[in-house]
């Protein structure tokens, strides 16, 4: 029986290890995703802050021909909106994913503890 009981320890040694070695790998592939959404966000932005004036591939090429040539010292830097994020927003462990989540998850929240007090939208 102590044989028995002897594997039983090492057995439940073994599976701790793996334990920490999985949670240990786990934490170096979350901090790498951290750091490739930041770089990616960084990217998305420069683009998209250096294609505004003549067209990009998302808002569009249409003011391109019209444009005039201008001095990029001369220029503000346009300002970028989260809605034209389309590779930052596409990951569903992002930031603005997330905040986009949470967000819709209080809302549903809210309503079902409105719908529970009996609260009724006015009607005009």
Same mark, same amino acid.
């Given at each position: 029986?102590?044989?028995?009981?002897?594997?039983?320890?090492? #057995?439940?040694? &073994?599976?701790?290890?793996? =334990?920490?070695? @999985? =949670?240990?790998?786990?934490? &170096?592939?979350?901090?790498d995703i @951290?750091?490739?959404?930041?770089? @990616?966000?960084?990217?998305?932005?420069?683009?998209?802050?250096?294609?505004?004036i003549?067209?990009? $591939? $998302? +808002?569009?090429?249409?003011?391109?021909?019209?444009?005039?040539?201008? !001095?990029?010292?001369? /220029?503000?830097?346009? +300002?970028? *909106?989260? !809605?034209?994020?389309? *590779?930052? =927003?596409?990951?569903?462990?992002?930031? /603005?994913?997330?905040? +986009?989540? /949470? *967000?819709?998850?209080?809302?549903?929240?809210?309503a +079902?503890? @409105?719908?529970? #007090?009996g609260? #009724?939208?006015?009607?005009?």
């Amino acid at each position: 029986m102590s044989d028995t009981n002897g594997e039983q320890k090492e #057995k439940s040694q &073994v599976q701790k290890d793996n =334990a920490t070695v @999985i =949670a240990e790998a786990l934490k &170096v592939l979350q901090e790498d995703i @951290i750091t490739l959404e930041s770089h @990616i966000h960084n990217v998305e932005t420069q683009y998209l802050e250096d294609t505004s004036i003549h067209g990009n $591939i $998302i +808002k569009g090429w249409d003011g391109y021909l019209d444009s005039k040539i201008t !001095k990029p010292s001369t /220029l503000r830097r346009p +300002k970028v *909106f989260e !809605k034209d994020r389309v *590779f930052s =927003a596409s990951s569903s462990t992002s930031q /603005l994913t997330m905040n +986009k989540n /949470l *967000f819709q998850t209080e809302n549903k929240t809210i309503a +079902k503890h @409105i719908r529970g #007090k009996g609260y #009724k939208k006015k009607s005009r």
